[in-house]
């Protein structure tokens, strides 16, 4: 039994009791007592998050950051959607807004289906958008009130969005939906590649990218971390990098299992097939302040993050500069909200005074509030 966890979660039910009221006049008083055996019965039978490794969250400034393609897993959401009406509905809507069971995918497979990026896109969205909601409805606060900034990582840039208000959830699970089509339609499989050089800073990277550019399309896809950068282009052009890299001394050079070159020219239709569907989509100016992938600066103006999106699908991801950039505006906490924890290990690679935790389960969940 997790007696640890269940007097926290004792500790924050009698915290959300305002005094002198009855039910009837405070429904936080009255959502409480509801979800009281469901919070104490997660915490005794339920993990534990490590908050214990945590120093004291509610006195710094915090991102909020959303992973990527390579996050998902199947099972992902499920535990929160039998724990959570907010998750619940997040779910539902996103099922709703594509016309199909996409939770049903996502909580039970097969993850041949869910690694379709068609598939993928969304399903991470709606996951780390589900935590969005849930924290807002369990800790009875807005998530600007929460976060001083955002950012995500690729498609994580979408969930970022929704996050600050920015685009809806229903828009933004379509927006994947499309993202994720247009993206797999734009270079027949097989014809592109992608390839990580771990252990290459980013100069190294752009010498090997622009001698390899002369069999094909080469690019850098995505700047990680130091020593670790992705590049995606033409099958060719990327055998050829990766040959060239381990002949200067990169410690690993690996083809990336993915089904299409992402965030290079060769998605040039895709950016043109995402222009026309962004046209038409709503983008109020968010609440939080959105570091975009392809500027790795805090952007607010609405016509602006609709261009960069669209950019965004031919560029890199800039995501080693996001985080400084987070870093220099006094961020001391990035919450990877959603699946996995590729951002905290990255996190650490940047910066390492930098706090990073994942708030995806159950229990990270109620041990972050």
């Not at 097989?190 to 080469?218: D, K, Q, R, Y």
């Not at 002949?247 to 239709?269: D, I, T, Y």
């Amino acid at each position: 039994m997790n007696v640890k966890y269940a007097k926290v979660a004792t500790n924050k039910l009698f915290a959300a009791l305002p005094r002198r009221r009855t039910i009837q006049d405070c429904p936080r008083r009255a959502r409480a007592l509801d979800r009281a055996p469901r919070l104490v019965n997660l915490c005794l039978h339920g993990e534990s998050a490590g908050r214990e490794n945590w120093k004291d969250l509610d006195n710094v400034r915090r991102a909020f950051v959303f992973p990527g393609q390579g996050s998902q897993k199947v099972g992902m959401g499920a535990d929160l959607a039998s724990a959570f009406p907010a998750a619940r509905g997040v779910f539902e809507m996103v099922d709703e807004a594509l016309g199909e069971r996409l939770s049903n995918i996502m909580f039970e497979g097969p993850d041949e289906e869910l690694r379709l990026t068609k598939n993928t896109q969304p399903a991470l969205m709606a996951m780390s958008m589900a935590v969005v909601r849930v924290i807002e409805d369990e800790g009875d606060q807005s998530f600007a009130d929460m976060a001083d900034a955002v950012a995500g990582h690729s498609l994580g840039e979408y969930s970022a969005l929704a996050a600050a208000g920015a685009i809806s959830l229903v828009d933004a699970a379509r927006l994947l939906r499309r993202r994720g089509e247009a993206m797999q339609e734009a270079v027949p499989v097989g014809e592109g590649a992608m390839a990580a050089l771990l252990g290459a800073e980013i100069t190294l990277a752009e010498e090997i990218v622009e001698a390899a550019s002369v069999l094909g399309v080469c690019a850098l896809a995505n700047d990680n971390a130091p020593g670790q950068v992705v590049l995606s282009g033409a099958k060719p052009a990327i055998d050829r990098a990766v040959v060239l890299a381990k002949e200067k001394g990169v410690r690993k050079a690996v083809f990336l299992p993915v089904s299409a070159p992402f965030h290079c020219p060769l998605m040039g239709s895709a950016a043109n097939i995402m222009a026309e569907a962004l046209a038409d989509v709503a983008i109020a100016p968010p609440t939080v302040p959105v570091f975009a992938n392809v500027s790795a600066e805090a952007e607010t103006e609405p016509e602006r993050i609709r261009k960069l999106l669209v950019d965004q699908v031919t560029e890199m991801v800039r995501w080693r500069e996001c985080v400084g950039a987070m870093r220099a505006v006094g961020v001391e906490l990035l919450v990877e909200a959603g699946a996995g924890s590729v951002l905290k290990g990255l996190t650490k690679r940047i910066d390492k005074d930098l706090q990073a935790v994942t708030v995806g389960s159950t229990a990270e969940i109620l041990s972050f509030l």
